[in-house]
T-cell receptor, first 111, second 112 residues
Framework: RKEVEQDPGPFNVPEGATVAFNCTYSNSASQSFFWYRQDCRKEPKLLMSVYSSGNEDGRFTAQLNRASQYISLLIRDSKLSDSATYLCVVNLNTGGFKTIFGAGTRLFVKA | DADVTQTPRNRITKTGKRIMLECSQTKGHDRMYWYRQDPGLGLQLIYYSFDVKDINKGEISDGYSVSRQAQAKFSLSLESAIPNQTALYFC???????????FGPGTRLTVL
């Protein structure tokens, strides 16, 4: 089992739709969580951190469920410019450094 | 100007050649990383460095070596390139703690 798993998609949605991605992680020592966005052939960039209480940034909402070991990303009112790959990232605190990137979920938003 | 730069951006080489990929950053971060990305896979950590005198292997370090020449520079070498090292390579930096990583634009390496 992969340490961080994401549905690869692709998710094809119309403009204005709401779409949700889930990511599961296997290590209970996971300490911090992030969603990154990666455009085709470009570098990943931080979209938002994920906090235990859940957090929102405009049209984006991130949730963390430690008991079930998953995080989610909700995108409301999708825009064409939201088309990208969304990477789930987990940092482990195991006495040493370990950051694990999910393989990503591809999103296509169509007019 | 970009905070994290990588050179070259694209490179085609032949099996057995020695290749060096370079990374520079102006963010003043102590921590630097090298990753590779293959289609359908997550970013895989090759090496990381938490300061100039610190070098650590990541999950896929075999066939690679690194040098941290200064706080701002971290280079990755392939001593004898092989075709399965064909990938997109990213350098990244971060500040202290388990925080956001800032990525360079990537180097697309093809080994024939």
């Amino acid at each position: 089992r992969k340490e961080v798993e994401q549905d690869p998609g692709p998710f094809n949605v119309p403009e204005g739709a709401t779409v949700a991605f889930n990511c599961t992680y296997s290590n209970s020592a996971s300490q911090s969580f992030f969603w990154y966005r990666q455009d085709c052939r470009k570098e990943p960039k931080l979209l938002m951190s994920v906090y235990s209480s859940g957090n929102e940034d405009g049209r984006f909402t991130a949730q963390l469920n430690r008991a079930s070991q998953y995080i989610s990303l909700l995108i409301r009112d999708s825009k064409l410019s939201d088309s990208a790959t969304y990477l789930c990232v987990v940092n482990l605190n195991t006495g040493g450094f370990k950051t694990i990137f999910g393989a990503g979920t591809r999103l296509f938003v169509k007019a | 100007d970009a905070d994290v730069t990588q050179t070259p951006r694209n490179r085609i080489t032949k099996t057995g050649k020695r290749i060096m990929l370079e990374c520079s950053q102006t963010k003043g971060h102590d921590r630097m990383y090298w990753y590779r990305q293959d289609p359908g896979l997550g970013l895989q950590l090759i090496y990381y460095s938490f300061d100039v005198k610190d070098i650590n292997k990541g999950e896929i370090s075999d066939g690679y070596s690194v040098s941290r020449q200064a706080q701002a520079k971290f280079s990755l070498s392939l001593e004898s390139a092989i075709p399965n090292q064909t990938a997109l390579y990213f350098c990244a930096t971060s500040g202290q703690g388990l925080n956001e990583q800032f990525f360079g634009p990537g180097t697309r390496l093809t080994v024939l």
